[in-house]
């Protein structure tokens, strides 16, 4: 058994109030738990006596509300940082509970200085803003320990944690999750020049031909021992996903400024809504409006998604009959491929399999399932490009349905079974009521991406999302689930600023092919959106939101080679 002590719960809307609270061990799989708030303690319950971490949703308060300690006025430190997901690291089980803002803490710190290694970015100079800020928090964090034994005994202490401990710990913890999205974001800066340049790839190129005295196929990805992931020739591309259901002037105008290639979704429900009736009229058009005015290239798909707005309502007579719903599946694959294969260059073919969320599959059809998408879609259009999606990178849901399989895990057994994936594609959206949709920091959402890419092959950002107003917070199986915010609150500008830095941040990884934002346009008032409320870069009435220009600005700097401006923290 873990237990963590909290501070300030009794209102109920503290900033440790537990929410999206899960257990995670080695590798960062979740583990089956129990996790109850007991009054000020956070008691989590596991089948195992193994190490395990904690990971839950905070909110990051500024220093000024936190208050003043000797040494720390409140001007010091930065702002609010938002609503975040959050990890403690792997603790051993003990009597005693842990101090929970403490461990949050010591991640952060342990995260900065892996990160600071990985990257070869040891030389930053002390005196910098990101060092800076980093030790602030290592010095924080030293005087939270100190303090929560020099004041163990105090009236108001809990547990032997008194609360200037929690105090500096929260303090620590804030400075240290700001030092880290300057790193992140100090990191794409120079990595986005160096791949924008092509000295990346070409210390890549030289680096193979030492270790293998072989010159590689021009243009080839390359894959070096000691490199995070693959890395890729040339630039990086920027797109945008469109609804089928709205084809305007604005929005083809928006797409043309804004993309490098069009991503046109294949869903099931839109493109059969009844059995053996299909309807092409709405993808046809923006199809041919890429291929013949546009001249964009076509990502399309994902063509097997079951979401529940994906999957077409006939569908699911078939759930528990797995072999003609694999029948309907092959079929529809042919009737999608063979009517685009002339003018889509690559296909998402599936997405979420996984998760195994809507229809329930055991391991084997899962894999079989998979294996079928890509073969089919192979066999038909032997030139085009093929990629999976990933959704729920972060493997939340996996922590309450063992019949699921982890993202990574799920991404490496098929590289390992040798289905031939060209790349893997991940759906990065944050901020919506839904699971596996929290916000993380920068710092977090950079290794989640490097995480990725030790399977060796190409990233493709697929969805890349964030709404423009809060969500609701809605309850699901009984408990609310509050998707948080970045810094502020979400809104026009706010999403503007998310989506300038973490398209950057992924543009700049030499193994990602591709940043596509999730939807154009929100629909007109009265209809539902597909993706997200509030998500897309042009409201309602046709009025182009900030995130518009952004993503048109970080195109442009790409195509002009140079470090898109205003990404720094």
Request: negative net charge; aromatic residues 8%.
């Amino acid at each position: 058994m873990l237990s963590f002590v909290l501070f300030e719960v009794s209102g109920g809307d503290g900033p440790w109030t537990p929410r999206q609270v899960y257990l995670y061990g080695p590798d960062g799989l979740p583990v089956p738990s129990e996790i109850a708030l007991e009054r000020d303690l956070l008691v989590c319950r596991k089948p195992t006596s193994d190490a395990a971490g904690l990971a839950l949703q905070a909110r990051l308060v500024s220093s000024a509300e936190l208050g003043e300690d000797a040494g720390h006025p409140r001007e010091t430190g930065p702002g609010p940082l938002g609503i975040l997901s959050l990890r403690t690291c792997l603790l051993p089980e003990r009597d005693e509970p842990y101090l929970l803002s403490l461990e949050l803490a010591r991640y952060r710190i342990m995260l900065f200085l892996n990160r600071l290694e990985d990257w070869g970015m040891a030389d930053l100079p002390a005196d910098g803003p990101i060092m800076a800020r980093f030790e602030s928090a290592r010095r924080c964090f030293t005087e939270a320990l100190v303090a929560q034994r020099a004041d163990a005994q105090s009236s108001d202490a809990r547990y032997g944690f008194s609360p200037r401990a929690d105090r500096l710990a929260r303090r620590a913890l804030a400075l240290g999750i700001d030092a880290g999205e300057r790193l992140a974001m100090d990191k794409a800066s120079k990595d986005m020049a160096a791949r924008l340049a092509g000295s990346i790839y070409k210390a890549a190129v030289e680096a193979y031909e030492a270790a293998t005295q072989e010159t590689p196929p021009p243009e080839a990805a390359i894959i070096v021992a000691g490199t995070t992931g693959v890395t890729l020739p040339g630039k990086p591309t920027i797109g945008c996903s469109v609804n089928p259901t709205q084809f305007t002037d604005e929005q083809q105008r928006a797409v043309a400024a804004t993309s490098d290639f069009v991503s046109v979704p294949m869903r099931w429900t839109d493109l059969e809504p009844a059995e053996g009736r299909y309807s092409f009229k709405n993808t046809d058009r923006w199809i041919e409006w890429a291929v013949r005015k546009a001249r964009l290239p076509i990502v399309a798909g994902p063509i097997i998604d079951f979401r529940p707005r994906c999957a077409p309502d006939w569908l699911y007579i078939w759930e528990n009959d797995y072999e003609t719903l694999r029948q309907y599946i092959e079929e529809h694959l042919r009737q999608v491929v063979t009517r685009y294969r002339r003018t889509v260059a690559r296909w998402t073919v599936a997405s979420g399999l996984h998760v195994n969320g809507n229809f329930k599959l055991s391991f084997e059809q899962m894999m079989d399932l998979t294996r079928l998408c890509v073969a089919r879609v192979k066999k038909l259009h032997p030139t085009a490009k093929v990629q999976l999606e990933i959704t729920q990178p972060w493997g939340e849901y996996y922590a309450s349905d063992r019949r699921s399989l982890p993202p990574h895990v799920y991404a490496e057994m098929l590289v390992q079974a040798s289905v031939p994936v060209d790349a893997f594609a991940l759906r990065l959206q944050l901020g919506q009521p839904l699971p596996g949709q929290a916000v993380r920091d920068l710092l977090e959402i950079s290794s989640l991406l490097d995480h990725y890419a030790s399977i060796e092959r190409p990233l493709a950002i697929t969805v890349l999302g964030a709404p423009s107003s809060p969500a609701p917070i809605e309850r699901v199986d009984q408990q609310p689930l509050d998707p948080g915010f970045w810094r502020s609150p979400w809104s026009d500008t706010q999403q503007a600023e998310w989506l300038a830095r973490v398209a950057a941040l992924a543009a700049s990884k030499p193994y990602v092919q591709s940043v596509c934002w999730q939807e154009i346009a929100d629909p007109p008032p009265g209809q539902q959106p597909h993706e997200m409320p509030d998500g897309g870069l042009i409201g309602p009435t046709a009025q182009p939101k900030p995130g518009l220009r952004r993503l048109y600005e970080l195109r442009q700097a790409i195509r002009e080679g140079r470090v898109p401006a205003g990404i720094d923290l």
